[in-house]
């Protein structure tokens, strides 16, 4: 039996003995040749452990929801006003109005301005959210849900209790907290004039779900709402899933127009195109953009949205059949060609240099 399928009790047990092994370990003596080896190994491996351990903890049982309410009362604490200042889009009858919570995070509310409803992605920090529909004036009559991590869906219960004709929608399997309205790839959502379409984008989690707000009925650009799957100039680690699971998910968004709206999850603007410039030092795009956020963050103005167009030119990403990047990467774990199976392995590369850049 996998150690996902393990009860929580059962987890809890592993993890600690395991702990207790590893201690042992690092305190002991030096000894032999084949000890030191045996530390190595069971370092190594208890690390990727303990992480799962940790993660299935976080997701399945209260654990990862006091974390998430420990969380949001530093953040509230700290950021009283929100981590950035938010810069709503207006188009043809539809407002998009990014929030701010916890640390990083993005919540949204996008509405319909003549209808005054509104839809809510992502919604963390309830009190934020609700603020928000309090000074628009409108009517929460859905929340749209990327996936289950308390960070993403948090404030699902106060919202619904508190706007009773409200619908939460998400994906059946991510175990999203309060799901009434269970959606499949390519289903629509319809509120007024807003015509929502959920993609699936398994990777971060196995029931990830990026939505795509349809353009044409305001006669403006579609928005796409990211949650973990993509960020300027980044992308979601895969906890749920395989790095070709995750190139599938990004090819999805790939296919959208250059002129799509992203709307992320998280603020990471200024981080990931640090990165990006470590890995294509001559991509004036990135350069460009780069000058462009660190101006933002030093009024503290949000980043978002930038556009897949884009994105294209300096997500490395979204570039990994790019032969600049492929040549700036230089030997990689296998070939580098176009087929899926390179391309993953690149994918995997690139996560890795980029959790070695962000330990630095």
Excluded at 113 to 134: F, G, K, N, W
Excluded at 184 to 200: E, K, M, N, Y
Excluded at 217 to 235: A, N
Excluded at 279 to 301: D, F, G, H, I, T
Aim: with cysteine; charged share 25%; net charge positive.
């Amino acid at each position: 039996m996998a150690w996902r399928d393990w009860p929580a009790g059962w987890l809890w047990v592993a993890g600690s003995w395991l702990l207790l092994l590893v201690l042992v370990l690092l305190v002991r003596p030096r000894g032999s040749r084949a000890l030191q080896g045996l530390r190595r190994l069971l370092m190594a491996r208890s690390q990727r452990l303990l992480f799962r351990i940790g993660y299935s903890l976080y997701t399945r049982t209260w654990l990862g929801y006091l974390f998430y309410r420990q969380q949001l009362r530093r953040a509230r604490n700290r950021y009283p006003k929100g981590h950035s200042r938010a810069q709503p889009r207006l188009f043809n009858g539809v407002k998009v109005l990014p929030i701010p919570v916890l640390s990083d995070n993005y919540s949204y509310l996008i509405i319909d301005t003549q209808a005054r409803l509104a839809v809510a992605v992502d919604p963390s920090d309830p009190r934020a959210v609700q603020a928000s529909i309090e000074k628009e004036g409108v009517t929460l009559v859905a929340i749209l849900c990327t996936h289950k991590h308390w960070d993403h869906s948090g404030g699902n219960r106060d919202l619904s209790r508190r706007h009773r004709d409200c619908r939460v929608y998400g994906s059946p399997q991510d175990g999203i907290p309060y799901l009434t309205h269970p959606l499949c790839h390519q289903d629509v959502v319809s509120v007024g004039r807003l015509q929502i379409r959920a993609l699936a984008t398994p990777g971060h989690t196995q029931g990830h779900l990026v939505y795509l707000l349809d353009g044409e009925p305001y006669k403006g650009p579609s928005c796409l709402f990211s949650g973990d799957l993509l960020f300027l100039s980044g992308c979601g680690r895969t906890f749920e899933g395989t790095a070709e699971t995750m190139l599938s998910s990004l090819d999805t968004v790939l296919g959208l127009g250059d002129d799509t709206l992203l709307w992320p999850g998280h603020e990471y603007a200024e981080e990931n195109l640090g990165f990006a410039g470590v890995v294509e030092p001559e991509n004036l795009a990135r350069e460009r953009k780069m000058q462009w956020v660190q101006r933002q963050r030093m009024e503290r103005r949000s980043t978002c949205p930038s556009t897949l167009g884009e994105e294209r030119s300096y997500n490395p990403f979204l570039r990994t059949h790019c032969l600049a990047l492929q040549e700036a990467l230089g030997p990689g774990p296998g070939p580098t060609g176009d087929d899926g199976c390179s391309r993953a392995q690149l994918l995997e590369e690139l996560r890795r240099l980029k959790d070695m850049h962000k330990s630095k």
